[in-house]
């Protein structure tokens, strides 16, 4: 019978992140040119505080997570807490709308000014 040590578990999680992460960073090295040009570990590092502050507006999900990142990757990592971005503040800090919906809020406010919550 095969046995999997703890430490085993815990090596390949960090892989799958760490590859999970990669992938973010190739998507954003394609998606947008002003990324391209970074060094590989600073666009990974990116990538990093994206995923590391995902949680704290509800975006657990692996999909939702790569949303987030993309629009990390057109506005800025600091999306929401800069004049340029203020307008994506308010709805990643709304406690009744889901990770999800949040997204599909600042994705619709991108297209339609009027769709600011």
Same mark, same amino acid.
């Given at each position: 019978?095969?046995?999997? !040590? +703890?430490?085993?578990?815990?090596? $390949?999680? &960090?892989?799958?992140?760490? %590859? /999970?992460? =990669?992938?973010?960073?190739?998507?954003?090295?394609?998606?947008?040119?002003?990324?391209?040009?970074?060094?590989?570990?600073?666009?990974?590092?990116?990538?990093?505080?994206?995923?590391? !502050? +995902?949680?704290?507006?509800?975006? $657990?999900? &692996?999909?939702?997570?790569? %949303? /987030?990142? =993309?629009?990390?990757?057109?506005?800025?990592?600091?999306?929401?807490?800069?004049?340029?971005?203020?307008?994506?503040?308010?709805?990643?800090?709304?406690?009744?709308?889901?990770?999800?919906?949040?997204?599909?809020?600042?994705?619709?406010?991108?297209?339609?000014?009027?769709?600011?919550?």
């Amino acid at each position: 019978m095969l046995v999997i !040590r +703890a430490e085993q578990l815990l090596e $390949f999680q &960090r892989g799958q992140v760490d %590859r /999970f992460e =990669w992938e973010l960073s190739v998507m954003l090295r394609n998606e947008f040119p002003s990324m391209a040009a970074l060094p590989p570990d600073e666009l990974i590092s990116i990538v990093r505080a994206g995923r590391w !502050r +995902a949680p704290s507006f509800a975006i $657990f999900r &692996r999909q939702d997570i790569i %949303r /987030f990142v =993309w629009l990390i990757g057109k506005h800025g990592p600091d999306i929401g807490e800069t004049p340029v971005t203020a307008w994506a503040g308010p709805i990643l800090r709304r406690p009744d709308r889901s990770g999800s919906e949040k997204l599909a809020a600042l994705e619709a406010w991108e297209g339609n000014p009027d769709e600011k919550t």
